[in-house]
């Protein structure tokens, strides 16, 4: 709720306002990333997405517009005109449907390379990826190690629920060894990818992981959480990555939340956690293949270096000082 009389608090409904109902099953994980997503848009603000002085002055040359009713200086809440949402495809490739925001739907494991153009284009816009476990590890898998490199500025949330969910769960990068599916009736026998541990050597400088799931018998709050990370991931300046250890009631019978509520612990209840310190990164992502299977959420890395608009400062001092912005256009349209 806003306290500033001059700044009005945009309703979380605003970002459901006129949106397709949900197909997805009852019980999928995917609703609770989508509940998460937008309180993280409701609770941060649009500077506070720019939030270095860089930023600011590409801004003041190149404003975003303004749509009437949408002032992003006097709301609370991230202006929903200047978010977009890119989905793949899948279950989760639904989400950008469901969301009042631009939203953009690219084939199967190819939202990144869309993002990676708009985001080079337009700093000034709030990108958020958004896509399963085969979209991003299995089809999507080049996209997602080669993409962080770059230093492009997105947020990309993957919902782990270590099933191909809409093609009527076949197993996918993440599921466990000895997984029973149609497809290995007699259990899966290769071992899942670790994609906390992958986008650790891939440079993504922002890795969190969350699992929401109620209350743990701890008392911890798995919801909460959940949107805490989601917040410094989308302020993040960089490519940041969340990893959802998400359920699919229909397909994976095993990742259940009471499953989930005694396995998930948050990093802090492991004793200090460096997040800069990528070794330890490495560590935590390990635990759950370990005896206990232990799912710690919660940011595992987070590390600030320069991104892909201040490499090229040759742009942005000629965007700043407001000469040659006909050079600046045409150096910029380079990545188009
Ligand atoms: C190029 C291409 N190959 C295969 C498919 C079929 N297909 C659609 S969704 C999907 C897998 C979805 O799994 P995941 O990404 O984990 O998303 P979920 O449904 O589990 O959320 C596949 C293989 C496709 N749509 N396009
Ligand atoms: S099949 Fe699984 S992932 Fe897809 S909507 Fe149903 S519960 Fe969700
Ligand atoms: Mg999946």
Known sequence: MSTNPDQTAIPLKLYKEGTADPQWCPGCGD?????????????LTN?????????????SVKPIDTPDGYCQKTFIGVAP???????????????????????????????????????????????????GDG?????????????????????????????????????????????VTKG???????????????????GWTFI?????????????????????VMKKALVHRGPSIIIDESECPTYNKEMTPEYLREHVMPVEALGAHDPTDENAAYRLAGLEEKEGNIIPTG??????????????DIIEPLLIAGRNREEAEKLLTMFA
């Open 208 to 228: 969190g992981r969350i699992a929401v799931c109620g209350k743990t018998k701890d008392g911890f709050d798995t919801k909460r959480q959940a949107v805490e």
């Open 47 to 59: 500077p506070e997405l720019f939030n270095k002085p860089s930023w600011e002055a590409y801004r």
């Open 184 to 202: 290995t009736p007699y259990g899966a026998p290769r071992y899942p990818l670790n994609f906390a541990r992958i986008a650790v050597s891939c």
């Open 299 to 312: 940011v595992y890395y987070h590390i600030e270096r320069e991104t892909f608009h201040e490499r090229l």
């Open 81 to 131: 005109h200047t978010i977009v949402t890119d989905g793949g495809i899948g279950c989760m490739g639904q989400f950008p449907q469901y969301v009042n925001t631009n939203a953009v739907k690219m084939p199967h494991g190819r939202l990144l390379p869309f993002a990676a153009g708009l985001n080079a284009m337009r700093p000034d816009l709030t990108i958020f990826g958004v896509g």
């Open 135 to 179: 979209d991003a590890f299995a089809i999507g898998a080049a996209h997602m190690i080669n993409f962080p490199g770059w230093g492009l500025n997105i947020t990309y949330l993957v919902a782990n629920n270590r099933v191909y969910g809409l093609t009527k769960g076949q197993t996918a990068p993440g599921s466990p060894r000895g997984m």
């Open 31 to 43: 609703f609770a990333a989508l509940s998460v997503y937008t309180e993280a848009l409701r609770d």
